[in-house]
């Protein structure tokens, strides 16, 4: 049995130089297409608000342009914007907040099934900070057909 080594020649040197240098980036663009879409699909069902079922009122409420929303839960959790604050904290978080501004308005959205007693304390501490206006988000209470005006 006899081994034959065959030195490299010219031949030999194609099939190595003739290897795929380029990266193939159509599968790259594919995949980075459909994340694309799914995050697009996704990304409005990810910005849902806080659930808080708030009590209906035959009366209309001030836009809340110019004060600080405070939203407390069935669960008494107190969110301030994106963050949950304790109510041990709500005092201290008030007052950073309004540090030197000269309004201090405060609109509450409380879920309607919030414990009454949880609510006051709450109400209590705004009022503590200083806060001159405190408002009372509610949702507007359908008028029956036969209620309404001529």
Do not use: C
Not at 19 to 48: G, K
Not at 117 to 122: A, K, L, N, S
């Amino acid at each position: 049995m006899a081994l034959k080594i065959q030195p490299l020649g010219r031949g030999r040197k194609k099939e190595i130089g003739t290897s795929l240098s380029e990266i193939n980036v159509t599968p790259f663009v594919d995949v980075m297409l459909v994340l694309l879409i799914i995050f697009m699909v996704t990304a409005p069902m990810m910005q849902s608000g806080i659930g808080v079922e708030l009590p209906q009122a035959e009366t209309d409420t001030a836009s809340a342009e110019e004060g600080l929303i405070l939203t407390i839960t069935k669960d008494q959790y107190i969110h301030i914007g994106e963050s949950v604050i304790n109510i041990q904290l709500l005092e201290k978080k008030l007052r950073e907040y309004f540090y030197g501004k000269a309004k201090k308005i405060v609109f509450i959205q409380a879920d309607k099934k919030l414990d009454y007693g949880f609510f006051v304390e709450t109400v209590d501490i705004v009022k503590k900070v200083g806060v001159e206006t405190i408002g009372l988000v509610t949702e507007p209470k359908e008028i029956p057909a036969k209620k309404r005006g001529p």
